[in-house]
């Protein structure tokens, strides 16, 4: 439905007539607002797209933009909003964007490098009513976290997560994990501990974008993934973190994938700073997959209509072996970005699944990890 034409009826949502779907379309229940994909910092593992500098790109969405998208996912449904990028610090009118996603009732994270964050905008982001923070901190030591940003970070990024706790925000750290921080996950769940985080993300990298093009750089062993699991569980009993800590598994060396996004267009929108909505932050890979821009399209139309979120939505559109397997609606094939990535059909099933016919490229990759020493690619735009 484009901009200017009547809204769709409620009942078209899930098919009981004829020619629909059987699959009940959900609601969605949070948005990732991708502020700006312009960011100080370089990881080499970044999920902003390849071609993040491009013009495309640059012209980002306004204010008046961003708060329609809001006031439209609201009234879908949606309860939860990430601030993201790319760092949305630079965007000016990031207090005003908090102040009314607040006003609709939204619950707002701000998810951020830290590193410009100071106590005027952090005061000011409080009094506009943000909920949440999310830092990243790329290792538990300042000499490796920099070497990782690609920049000076570190002691910014302690410093800002000090401030967030001292304005009573609630703090999330967040932690990629691969090769070269795994060793030290004591550490630095200790640093998580003496900054008060009330949460803790420990994800290790998945392979999209940056990460893929660092893939043998990143990819760790399996005796520290064993090492580095048992350190989690240890932390998890030990319950310092009132809101848990949350450790996103190595889909390379699990049997099965994992449910990415909990599903295509199950649960989460989101929105890239040009406007294309999107069902996670790598479909814009997938060849042939059309998108829709929120200047054009609301934001409704594009969850239940359009071809770009129905495309790998529910079961309909599995090949085997997933389409008979008692796992589809438990992990939904796994993800669909890393299918094409890896075997060029976005409808395949995931190879980090064993049962899948292109598995053996995990394999390969898994029995070659720490052969060779491999420099960084760093984020940067190369035209
Ligand atoms: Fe999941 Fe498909 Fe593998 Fe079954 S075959 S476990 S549905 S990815
Ligand atoms: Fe796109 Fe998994 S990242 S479906």
Same mark, same amino acid.
């Given at each position: 439905m484009k901009m200017d034409e009547p809204p769709r009826s409620q009942g078209s949502q899930g098919g009981e007539e004829e020619g629909e779907k059987s699959f009940v379309v959900p609601r969605p229940f949070s948005l990732v607002a991708e502020l700006t994909y312009q960011c100080p910092l370089r990881c080499p593992y970044c999920s902003n797209p390849l071609d993040y500098g491009s013009s495309e790109y640059k012209r980002e969405l306004g204010t008046e933009d961003w708060l329609r998208v809001f006031s439209q996912a609201r009234q879908m449904g949606v309860l939860q909003l990430g601030l993201s990028g790319g760092e949305p610090l630079l965007r000016k009118d990031l207090e005003l964007l908090v102040e009314k996603a607040t006003d609709l009732g939204l619950y707002t994270t701000l998810v951020t490098a830290g590193t410009i964050l100071t106590l005027e905008r952090a005061k000011r982001?409080?009094?506009?009513?943000?909920?949440?923070?999310?830092i990243s901190i790329q290792d538990s030591r300042a000499a490796e976290s920099d070497r !990782?940003?690609? /920049?000076?970070s570190f002691d910014k990024k302690i410093a800002a997560a000090k401030l967030v706790k001292e304005l009573g925000f609630a703090l999330t750290l967040n932690f990629v994990l691969h090769r070269h921080n795994l060793?030290? !996950?004591?550490? /630095?769940l200790e640093l998580a501990e003496v900054l008060e985080a009330d949460r803790v993300e420990l994800a290790n990298t998945q392979y999209y974008g940056w990460a893929l093009q660092n893939r043998n750089a990143l990819i760790p062993?399996?005796?520290?993934l064993v090492k580095a699991e048992q350190a989690v569980m240890n932390a998890q009993k030990r319950r310092k973190m009132p809101m848990g800590i949350l450790y996103v598994i190595p889909d390379y060396y699990?049997?099965?994938p994992?449910?990415?996004m909990s599903g295509w267009g199950q649960r989460t929108l989101v929105v890239a700073p040009n406007g294309n909505a999107?069902?996670?932050?790598a479909a814009g890979v997938i060849p042939n997959l059309e998108l829709f821009n929120i200047k054009e399209y609301s934001l409704e139309w594009i969850w239940f209509e359009s071809p770009t979120f129905n495309?790998?939505?529910?079961?309909?559109?599995?090949l085997e072996p997933c389409r008979s397997c008692e796992r589809r609606e438990v992990d939904w094939g796994g993800c669909r970005c890393q299918a094409f990535l890896l075997s060029q059909d976005a409808s395949a099933t995931d190879p980090v699944c064993h049962l899948s016919p292109n598995h053996h490229q995990i394999v390969t990759v898994r029995e070659g990890v720490g052969e060779e020493v491999v420099s960084f690619a760093y984020r940067q735009f190369n035209s």
């Open positions: 982001l409080r009094e506009a009513g943000l909920d949440h923070v999310q !990782i940003a690609g /920049i000076k060793d030290r !996950i004591e550490e /630095i062993t399996r005796e520290q699990a049997e099965y994992k449910p990415c999107l069902p996670c932050q495309r790998f939505r529910g079961t309909d559109w599995m």
